[in-house]
């Protein structure tokens, strides 16, 4: 069985070649939807060239994708074939897929910030046609080949160009596509199983290592379960080695660098224990039977652990930058590395963050959750300012899934009076104005800013109506709130941003009454006690109904 599925094979097509021209003649024949597919690149080789390099040198390196001079030559032999019947028949959809996606990358990287609001928006129609073309070729493929490794590349280059569009719930469904891809070519066997060269062996790895990062860590975000099980899987992690440029008789005799010299490997290879810890925490604390705060405890010592494990380039507090110069991944391989371990240690200790102990028992929660979410926030306050394509690089990384932000906006409206709630507040505020700046915004990132700035004007209003006496406080508070809280000062595009969500939002009236008095208000419904649930995840940031009603039972009840 392992002989005659040997991943190194090349997939035999399903149909012989009368049949295949026969079905092309036929509209309703599946070789009709190749062409329609063919029809949606550009006419011009030149544009789709400039694409193309356009993400080769801005985000193929940092996110490892493709071997730059391989695909360069595939799509130079693709261009250069004859059209005719016999040429459809042979065009191979699973290529054509991560095409289409890298193309859906390279319109928005080509058109600058400064460019005009209908340019942009051509930008963002060009490359959805291109997105949807590659996940229409994905799903037909089958029906053609086999599978291939480029149809797992381009499975999760739509699942990251999913993360990048915040479109988190949908990223869940294409990256378990991708996955299954992998286990039908038997990715989950390690290639020294197979008997597979060095070489493969380790791009097998490494493709495979960013399968399971996105799996475990989107399915942590949205408290769905994942769908590659680690007791099924025989699979190493990556090497400390860089072998795509090489030969296989090269590769089979270069040694492994120590982890002090960094290779483009080497986050993936970190990245993957992370995620094992990200799946650990997953079944062990957010299963189907409540878990222990022992158990919590024991997950956050694996975290730290594995914090301590990490080289000084990569390090959390005072990582060594000089070797950032020579190796110009290294500050982006960084940065997702630290995101992605605030987002697992914050995931892990959020069930706890508004419980409260005469023993302070819940302290290690509390200042975890603080700890991480500011440094995520400090880093997304650095990382802000950048250009297209580094804010492109920024949000393809696991850390799109979650805003550290809406951590630290639900501290500040539990606890409005402490005192590092002035200084988060402040922090809060120049994160939402950087992202008003950004010309790229989607819908999902408005909301997301939309929601800071709720926890910000309900933090505030409270805060101030603290300082007032006796029965005048809930009175007082709905007139202290700023005037950015009422529903008819938001924009159209602001409210067809909220809209999106398909839910109906509280009446701005009641933001800071007695939630007893807010419409859609049910007694059965007590936030406080829902976000201890372990099994809660957070509501889509575009439904802000629901996040007024939660920031306001929280507030209510501290």
């Known amino acids: 069985m392992i002989h005659e599925s040997a991943p190194d094979l090349p997939p035999m097509s399903m149909l012989s070649t009368n049949d295949s021209l026969q079905s092309f003649r036929n509209d309703s024949g599946p070789f009709s939807q190749v062409w329609d597919l063919l029809g949606l690149l550009p006419r011009n080789k030149i544009t789709v060239d400039r694409l193309i390099e356009r993400f080769l040198s801005e985000i193929n390196w940092a996110i490892d994708t493709v071997h730059p001079d391989t695909f360069r030559s595939q799509f130079a032999e693709f261009w250069g074939r004859k059209f005719g019947f016999d040429e459809i028949a042979g065009v191979d959809l699973r290529w054509l ?12 990287l080509e058109d600058p910030t400064t460019s005009s609001p209908e340019k942009r928006m051509e930008s963002e129609e060009a490359s959805l046609r291109f997105y949807w073309a590659s996940r229409r070729a994905i799903v037909i493929s089958p029906s053609f080949h086999g599978e291939s490794l480029d149809l797992v590349r381009a499975g999760l280059m739509v699942t990251r160009y999913l993360l990048y569009t915040r479109q988190i719930a949908e990223s869940w469904l294409t990256v378990s596509f991708a996955m299954r891809m992998a286990q039908a070519q038997g990715m989950h066997i390690d290639g020294e199983k197979w008997g597979l060269s060095r070489k493969a062996t380790e791009v097998r790895r490494r493709l495979w290592g960013n399968l399971y990062m996105l799996d475990k860590t989107i399915a942590l975000a949205l408290g769905r379960p ?63 039977y409540p878990a222990s705060y022992e158990v919590v405890t024991e997950m956050d010592q694996k975290l730290l652990a594995w914090q301590k494990q990490l080289p000084a380039y990569f390090a959390l507090s005072d990582p060594d930058f000089s070797l950032d110069e020579m190796h110009y991944y290294l500050p982006w391989h960084r940065l997702y590395l630290h995101s992605a371990f605030h987002f697992a240690r914050i995931t892990l200790h959020r069930p706890y963050l508004l419980r409260e102990s005469i023993t302070n028992r819940f302290r290690l929660s509390h ?129 067809d941003a909220f809209a999106s969500g398909g839910e109906t939002s509280l009446d701005p009236s009641a933001i800071g009454a007695s939630p007893n008095n807010a419409p859609g208000y049910s007694p059965d419904m007590i936030w406080p006690a829902i976000w201890e649930d372990q099994n809660f995840a957070f509501p889509q940031a575009t439904d802000l109904g629901t996040w007024e009603q939660m920031i306001s039972e929280i507030a209510y009840h501290d």
């Not at 897929?97 to 928005?108: E, M, N, P, Q």
């Not at 993957?272 to 062990?284: M, Y």
């Open 367 to 495: 200042e975890a959750c603080i700890a991480s979410a500011s440094s995520d926030l400090k880093i997304r306050l650095h990382s802000v300012k950048y250009g297209t394509a580094e804010n492109m690089r920024w949000t393809l990384g696991t850390h799109n899934m979650f805003n550290s932000a809406l951590i630290l906006g639900i501290i500040a409206v539990r606890r409005p009076n402490a005192p590092q709630t002035a200084v988060i507040l402040d922090d809060l505020q120049e994160y939402c104005e950087k992202l008003r700046e950004d010309a790229w915004l989607n819908e999902f990132g408005l909301a997301e800013v939309k929601v800071v700035e709720l926890c910000i004007a309900r933090a505030k209003g409270f805060a101030k109506a603290n300082d007032l006496s006796g029965d005048d406080v809930h009175l007082q508070s709905v007139d202290l709130m700023p005037h950015m809280m009422s529903r008819d000062s938001y924009s159209a595009g602001d409210r």
């Open 226 to 288: 994942y769908a590659i099980s680690d007791h099924m899987c025989l699979i190493k992690a990556p090497e400390n080695i860089w072998l795509d440029d090489l030969t296989d008789e090269q590769s089979s005799t270069i040694s492994v660098s120590p982890l002090k010299n960094p290779t483009r490997s080497t986050a993936m290879m970190l990245c993957t224990g992370l995620a094992k810890i990200a799946g650990e925490i997953q079944d062990r604390c957010f299963g189907l």
């Open 97 to 108: 897929a991560l095409l289409f996606i890298i193309l859906a990358f390279g319109v928005l």
